[in-house]
């Protein structure tokens, strides 16, 4: 890599860590030091490539999904831990998006891989079906039953996201469902 291409990845990582971190910490079940290091292989495989890279970002982004799909898929799986942590700083929105974030970053951790990477991708990045579908190789079917039976595991594990209401919800439901049905 020439000195002009490293100092554009080096503002690239200074600029869009933080983002790429939290996109990375969803798709990680919550587990800060595994999004660390989700984050830290992505950008150790997009440096190799840098000088060939059109829209840096984007290409971050399905590496960094891609390598969270190739550790649901060892035949080893790690055991995830679900660890209930306050967020490690506010935002605006006060109080309630902070029980929020800690509500939604439990039941996220609770999902599998796959459903996670599926409500992050759909959700998180407002990704069309049909790019989900392609970033992690399956079809737009797949994504649409996955999308399903993870809302609906969402909404099992978390209740208390429908007291939050729908608005507050972070997650809007797939087409011909409402928005926050519970039923005991």
Known sequence: MDAESQERFREFVESRSGALLRTAVLLSGGDR?????????????????????????????????????????????????????????ADDGGEGAAELRVVMRGALARLTARQRAVLVLRYFEDLPEADVARILGCSVGTVRSTTHRSLARLRALAPELAALGPATAGIAPPRGISPVEVRP
Do not use: C, F, N
């Open 33 to 89: 030091h595994a999004a660390e290091d989700l984050l830290q292989t992505a950008l150790v495989k997009v440096a190799d490539r840098w000088s060939r890279v059109d829209e840096p970002e984007a290409y971050v982004r399905q590496v960094l999904y891609r390598q969270q799909v190739g550790r649901w898929r060892l035949k080893w799986p790690r055991r995830e831990v679900a660890v209930a942590e306050p967020p490690e700083r």
